[in-house]
């Protein structure tokens, strides 16, 4: 156990160790302090910041481009509530059905990618592709209610019922809070095993890494499917946190594209770049909308104009994203910190 | 993105809480604390879609919102101070700016248009205990859960399929001829999907004089129907029955023109054929389908008043559905407080609870909720469209022309 602890950790910098520890208690502390609003926010940034590194997985480490991440979102949101809808199966037992499933829908594409070359920009169109069928199947499939959407029973507040996943927004901050820090843990450790130098070789140049001997077929469906694996967890939360899901909505491309924003501005392929990016892009909006309010101006839309902007700034000034950036800047030079 | 406006008085909530405590330590008595209440502005926080993919409909139910003060005070009810808030139609967004605008100490909340939204909002209304008023979502469900906050002031999915097929009913009775064919067009998105489902459900209980004799779907974004309106011409139905949006209901009425086919009747069932920019774009050849939507009641004198409003602020805008549902959201918050005398949002909600408001404008007796927080009287009313403007002409009660009947031909106009 030691020897594990020892290397996940070896090799970040101490300072970079207790900058990790005072981020991390603070955010443990943070709903002593924080409001209902400050909370519902935070629950906003972790959600992303977990669902940014399951799609890490993916592109920063294996350089395989998903634009459809949504449908891994979708799967698992509805196979957990439809399961408690229909037969009360609580979502955590749910969570063993609805991973698998978004795992075989990874690797349904992954395989169809995979298996007949399809690479690049025709991947990132196969990944909407699929993500579009869900959407409109879901909105004909009448057991998850159709395009009428599917209503969870309604959230109880007096006590937190952790197995039923019913209560207080602090019990969902929290269980989106462990899940972001086992993902950087997890994700940390897939990084520097075999499997991890497999994907970044992968990344780099996939022909040379064919003729190094790796089987490139089965390290990227591994990637796909843990990917997919982890990004359902996300979708179950989201069911339970707020009890109806629509397919428009939640398969809708611009849900994947919301959570590609987080990495892209972080620093893609970098293990603490999609957290960073969370906290830019939802933490900065917020901010943003609080500063027009103050001074009075009502400017709909004027979030989508911030991340625009954001993404141009990082393009042409950081096209590396703000992470690798920042950690130059305050002396962690570790490498895939 | 929240807006403060109508009022200068900025009052904290918790300013307002210590100044009522303080007075009613003073006088003693409860009629006192009333009079203090109804001083200060009610702070109503308003959430809409406006920005995002619903952001047209978002701005358009913010017009209903923009021209409600000067009505209100007209009304004789206390001030509203309007808290603006864009959910950016996205039910996360929804859920955050709800709680941000309780945060800042909005007293009751309002919105959301999109039924998700809608239960994400309700969800915050509920925990927080404070009122929310839903001026416009169908989904049965938001009402089904429960909930000793929320209410709602719009016809549930299954109260507008069964209205419109009431309203037609009244429609064919006073007509010697009614049709005994009709095709079916739908979109197939998710709501003409829906649609679909729904009619099939629906239509058997209202034992209709026609027989929908051919269904045909199409896809919202086609650039060409011709090929839908010949199938449907070939069947030699009466009547079309239509599910449809704005830029499809315009083409198919080119088509039809073109095609020189013209039904007995156009029975639209959704948006698209009553619209501002459908009877802009196409003058006289927009006039005669019926449309089946939660509207207003013009004979009311409150839609009048409304009516003038919108016109005021807004030239060129047709009174709609919108304005409507998003004003009487306001003018069901405004009345509670009234009653209640107080901004304690359970003493608001007790308020709403026992809501009568018989000076409304949506058609039906009045704004008065069941025990689940849903007005279930509303009605759903048949409108036509008439020289580029729209005339209601059932349910008989809220009407204010006679269905013209059958549809002038295409080709038979001046």
Redesign the interface.
């Known amino acids: 156990m030691g020897g594990i602890i020892a290397r996940l950790f070896g090799g970040i910098p101490r300072r970079g160790l207790i900058l990790l520890g005072v981020l991390l208690l603070a955010l443990i502390a943070a709903p002593l302090f924080a ?3 400050l ?3 935070l629950i ?1 940034i972790l ?1 992303f910041a977990y669902i940014g590194q399951a799609w890490n997985i993916m592109m920063g480490f294996a350089g395989q481009l998903s634009l459809g991440h949504a449908l891994y979102v979708g799967l698992g949101a509805y196979t957990a509530a439809a399961l408690y809808v229909h037969f009360g199966i609580g979502p955590w037992i749910g969570l063993l059905v609805a991973v698998p499933v978004a795992a075989l829908a990874g690797a349904f594409i992954g395989f169809l990618a995979f298996r007949f070359r399809v690479g690049g920009v025709y991947f990132a169109i196969l990944t909407i592709a699929v993500a579009e069928f869900a959407r409109v199947g879901f ?2 499939l ?1 057991w998850t209610k ?4 599917l ?1 969870l ?3 109880q ?1 007096t006590h937190n019922d952790l197995w039923n996943l019913r209560g ?1 927004p602090v019990m969902f901050y929290y269980i989106l809070l462990t899940a972001t820090v086992l993902a950087l843990i997890g994700c940390r450790a897939l990084l520097q095993s075999r499997m991890g130098y497999f994907w970044q070789a992968i990344r780099e140049d996939e022909e040379a890494a064919r003729s190094a001997g790796i089987d490139t077929f089965y390290y990227k469906m591994v990637a796909v499917v843990i990917s997919a694996g982890m990004t359902s967890f996300a979708g179950v939360i989201y069911a339970f946190f ?3 899901l ?4 939640v398969f809708h491309i ?1 849900r994947s594209i919301e959570i590609i924003l987080g990495p892209i501005v972080g620093g893609v392929g970098t293990l603490f770049g999609p957290i960073l990016g969370a906290f830019i892009l939802t933490g900065l909006a ?1 901010t943003l ?1 609080a500063t ?2 103050g001074l ?9 104009v911030f991340y625009g902007i954001c993404l141009l700034l990082v393009i042409v000034a950081l096209p590396d994203g703000v992470w690798p950036w920042l950690r130059k800047r305050i002396g962690l030079t570790e490498r895939g910190s | 993105m929240s807006r403060k406006s109508q009022n200068s008085t900025r009052v904290s909530r918790r300013t307002f809480s210590a100044g009522l405590g303080a007075a009613g330590i003073v006088a003693g008595t409860a009629p006192f604390n009333i009079v203090r209440a109804q001083g200060t502005p009610l702070k109503v926080g308003v959430l809409l879609p406006r920005s995002g993919y619903q952001a047209g409909i978002g701005q358009d139910c913010q017009r209903g919102v923009d021209i409600t003060a000067g009505i209100l005070k007209d009304m004789g009810m206390p001030p509203l101070q309007l808290m603006n808030a864009d959910t950016e139609t996205n039910v996360e967004i929804a859920r955050s700016r709800a709680e941000k605008l309780i945060s800042e100490g909005a007293q009751l909340l309002v919105g959301a248009f999109d039924s998700g939204q809608s239960t994400a909002i309700a969800q915050v209304a509920e925990q927080k205990g404070i009122p929310y008023v839903i001026n416009i979502a169908a989904a049965p469900p938001i009402t089904e859960q429960g909930y000793k906050f929320v209410f709602r002031n719009f016809p549930t999915a299954g109260m507008i399929l069964g209205g419109a097929f009431a309203a037609q009913k009244e429609i064919f009775a006073a007509s010697s001829s009614v049709p005994k064919t009709a095709v079916f067009l739908h979109v197939n998105d998710t709501f003409g999907t829906a649609m679909k489902g729904g009619i099939g459900a629906v239509m058997p209980k209202f034992d209709m004089p026609y027989k929908i004799v051919e269904t045909i779907s199409y896809d919202p974004a086609a650039r060409d129907l011709s090929v839908e309106i010949s199938k449907a011409k070939a069947t030699g139905a009466d009547a079309l029955i239509m599910v449809s949006r704005l830029n499809d209901a315009i083409l198919l009425t080119r088509e039809l023109v073109k095609q020189r086919w013209s039904p007995m009747a156009i029975l639209s069932m959704g948006p698209g054929w009553y619209e501002d920019q459908y009877l802009k774009t196409l003058g006289k050849l927009s006039d005669g389908p019926l449309s089946f939507v939660p509207w207003y009641d013009p004979n009311k004198p409150l839609s009048k008043q409304l009516e003038a409003a919108l016109a005021k602020a807004h030239a060129g805008v047709n009174l709609n559905t919108n304005h409507v549902y998003t004003f009487e959201a306001l003018l069901v918050a405004a009345d509670a407080y009234k009653r209640a005398g107080s901004t304690d949002p359970k003493a608001l909600a007790d308020a709403i609870r026992t809501t009568n408001i018989t000076n409304n404008t949506s058609p039906g007796p009045g704004i008065l909720f069941d025990a689940k927080g849903q007005n279930s009287s509303l009605k759903i009313s048949g409108i036509q469209n008439r020289g580029g403007k729209l005339v209601t002409v059932a349910p008989k009660e809220a009407a204010n022309a006679k269905a013209e009947w059958p549809l002038t031909p295409y080709d038979k106009r001046a």
């Open positions: 409001g209902s609003y909370l519902t926010v906003l959600y909105d004909h009448t159709g395009s009428a959407g209503f029973p309604v959230a507040y207080h707020y009890n109806n629509f397919p428009e909505q611009s917020e909308s027009l309010e009075g101006i009502d400017l709909p839309g004027a979030k989508q």
